[in-house]
């Protein structure tokens, strides 16, 4: 076996250790999934522009009227840029994300046909859409596989020993390699699910966590 080969293989200890918090966080959460309400591809896709740096439960509370204002691409294409700005200020940001999404659906309409493609490569040519949406999108409405990092991903695949980066992009080739292609959505779920309930970032409460036994830093903070 070449010296390259090797390096390639992922460790053992961390590829086993995944295994069992995989399962155990599908113990914990056997329903996780997307939390963001939508009824068709644009309107996820929208949603999950919106919830960049802002919460999902604050998104769905502005999407409630926006989606019914504007039902359409053409809608959002030919949206007056101030006035959506105040309909999606509430999320923050309100400025840069009204001005990408009403760029991202006038390029839907110039180069496909209003239509929200189903493939990394196009989607990542939509103004706004990095990988995070493009793999909220495509595995939820695509039922493509997807590692979706957030900053609860980050979080707590750091905490747990999972990856040593902060980088999204390494972060997540690094839970690819360590995960089964079916389970990088649900498993990037989990972990926002499990984020929000107990693995906070200022005081996690680790005297509850029901995966602390694997985590490296819950382990650190004992000695």
Known sequence: MTREKVRE???LRKSERARIILNELKKLYPDAGCTLDFTSPL????????????TDARVNIV???LFK???????????????LEKDI?????????????????????TH??????GNMEDLLSLPGVGRKTANVVL?????????????????????????KSTNPDIIEKDLMKLLPQSEWANFSHRLVYHGRAVCQARKPKCDICGIRSYCTYYKKAIK
């Not at 204002?69 to 959002?76: D, G, I, L, Q, R």
């Not at 496909?112 to 493609?117: D, F, S, T």
């Open 9 to 11: 293989e992922p460790d």
């Open 139 to 163: 595995s939820t409405v695509f039922s493509k596989p997807g590692v979706i990092v957030d900053t609860h991903c980050t979080r707590l695949s750091n905490r747990l020993g999972l990856t």
């Open 69 to 83: 204002k504007y039902p359409n691409v053409e809608a959002y294409a030919a949206a007056d840029l101030q006035e």
């Open 89 to 109: 200020r509430s999320t923050g940001f309100f400025r840069n994300k009204a001005k990408n999404i009403k760029e991202c659906c006038t390029r839907l309409l």
């Open 63 to 65: 999407t409630k009227d």
């Open 112 to 117: 496909y046909n209003g239509k929200v493609p």
């Open 43 to 54: 309107e996820l896709l929208i949603a999950t522009q919106l919830a960049a740096q802002c």
